[in-house]
């Protein structure tokens, strides 16, 4: 199962004109300079050699980018994975790290909490396209007035649906539910539709089932963790409520089917084998059930989460290391101007994208939003897209208007707890909601005591 933030950061941007791979982030001092009027920098997440097209493609960028920015150096790295937890301060404290690295959104707090991220306020004219990029993004990396980051992905949770299925149940796969009420109801329809069809695919186990429950609390309006978060608050009136919902759907409307999906390999084989109408996902999801489990574009859409007060939502962004010089640090920022916030250039080279083989269509990113770069963004994928993107129009007007939402600390040992109570409101009839979120509280506020 996937584990980095929100289980993909870097790896979304296959379906944009260049595929940034989990490889990335090797050696270099980003103080390294030399020769009159040179500024030497690093930077991270080049695609790995077992993707030579993109790679290729990264490369010319690379000396495109050199080309015209006269005496800028840029030496790229593919270690992997672009950014590892375990050995990011060790790299950093050894002067190992990239002038330009990437880091999920999980981890931004710990980067500029611990000062291991440059101030880049003063630098922030490189970046032509700043204003347009969303608000609620930029403030994810912005403190106290300050800016620590550019955002380059970011992307919610919605609601992936099989279309077939929803024309074999008798629904409008091009009207999407917009409701956790019609949703039940199309998940029931499906799961007439015969033996081992599955109306609403949902985790059980493996850390995805708390992960899922943390998705339908926060769109219920719910917290998963108090302001502090130093206590749990997911034992509420809106967690008991989305324990409840699932159980009916289970043992009420038969709509669940009878087995549990205990890994995130397990619910993705299921859906791409085409008898599971509905499941919570970011749009990747599509991606992954295509190319890794046998799915069929045709058949996949996704729309907004149903009824959302806020979406789980993951993403990642580019920081210079604060060891850099101004020199390196202008040069860095042009860097990440260039190749991510462009448009028709480096991961917005949609054209390019297309020509190499990339599935250009889903909607995997939305950092601009409605802006007027979003737009000649959607407007540029539309035009080069291998995929059917009117799949996937539902989500993407939805998706603008709803905030977005993080992980909560200590998110996967949290999930871990909440993997009990899910497993046990989707396999026993009997099971008691109250006290399986009593004993979860219980367990998550000893954990979240410990998170200093």
């Known amino acids: 199962m996937r584990r980095s933030g929100f289980r993909r ?4 941007l296959l379906a944009a004109g260049l595929t940034v791979s989990t490889a990335g982030c090797g050696g270099g001092d980003p103080a390294e300079t030399a020769g009159s009027g040179q500024v030497h920098i690093t930077v991270a997440c080049q695609p790995a050699k077992t993707a030579p097209e993109n790679r290729k493609a990264w490369d010319d960028d690379v000396a ?4 015209a920015n006269p005496g800028v150096i840029v030496r790229s790295t593919d270690q992997q994975p672009c950014f590892d937890p375990k050995t990011f301060g060790p790299k950093l404290a050894g002067g190992q790290m990239e002038t330009v690295f990437m880091v999920p959104v999980t981890n931004y707090d710990e980067v500029i909490g611990k000062r291991q991220a440059l101030d880049i306020t003063p630098y922030l004219d490189e970046i032509k396209n700043w204003k347009d990029l969303r608000e609620d993004v930029k403030e994810l990396v912005t403190r106290d007035g300050r800016v620590y980051g550019v955002p380059n992905v970011h992307y919610s949770v919605g609601l992936v649906y099989n279309r077939r299925l ?17 949703v039940r109801e199309a998940a029931k329809r499906i799961a007439a539709l015969g033996p081992d069809h599955v109306g609403f695919g949902e985790y059980s186990g493996g850390n995805t089932g708390g992960w899922h429950f ?7 309006g719910g917290e998963m963790v108090t302001p502090d978060g130093k206590k749990a608050a997911f034992n509420s009136p809106i967690g008991k409520e989305v324990l409840q919902y699932l159980h009916d759907m289970r043992w009420v409307d038969d709509s669940m089917g009878a087995k549990l999906y205990n890994g995130w390999e397990s619910l993705m084989m299921a859906m791409g084998g085409g008898k599971v109408g509905m499941m919570l996902g970011a749009p990747d999801v599509i991606t992954d059930v295509v190319q890794k489990f046998d799915g069929d574009y045709a ?3 996704i729309t907004g989460i149903p009824e959302a007060k806020a979406a789980l939502s993951g993403g990642e962004a580019y920081f210079i290391n604060p060891k850099a010089t101004p020199e390196q640090a ?3 920022m042009k860097w990440i101007d260039f190749q991510f916030n462009t448009v028709g250039k480096g991961r917005f080279d949609f054209a390019r994208g297309k020509a190499i083989g990339n599935p250009v269509g889903i909607p995997d990113n939305d950092v601009y939003g409605d802006s007027p770069t979003g737009k000649a963004i959607q407007q540029a994928r539309r035009e080069n897209a291998v995929l059917p993107v009117e799949n996937y129009r539902p989500y993407v007007e939805a998706s603008a208007s709803i905030p977005p939402k993080m992980e909560p600390p200590k998110a996967q040992e949290l999930y871990a707890v909440l993997d009990v109570a899910m497993s046990a409101v989707l396999s026993r009839r009997d099971a008691d909601i109250d006290r399986l979120l ?14 200093g």
């Open 9 to 12: 950061t870097a790896g979304l």
């Open 64 to 67: 495109e980018f050199q080309k």
């Open 166 to 182: 929803f024309t074999q149940a008798g629904l409008d796969p091009d009207a999407p539910p917009k409701t956790w009420a019609e």
């Open 214 to 220: 943390t998705m339908h609390v926060y769109a219920r």
């Open 299 to 301: 058949d996949y859409g």
């Open 330 to 332: 202008r040069a860095g």
């Open 438 to 451: 009593a004993d979860a509280e219980a367990k998550a506020n000893t954990i979240l005591a410990s998170n």
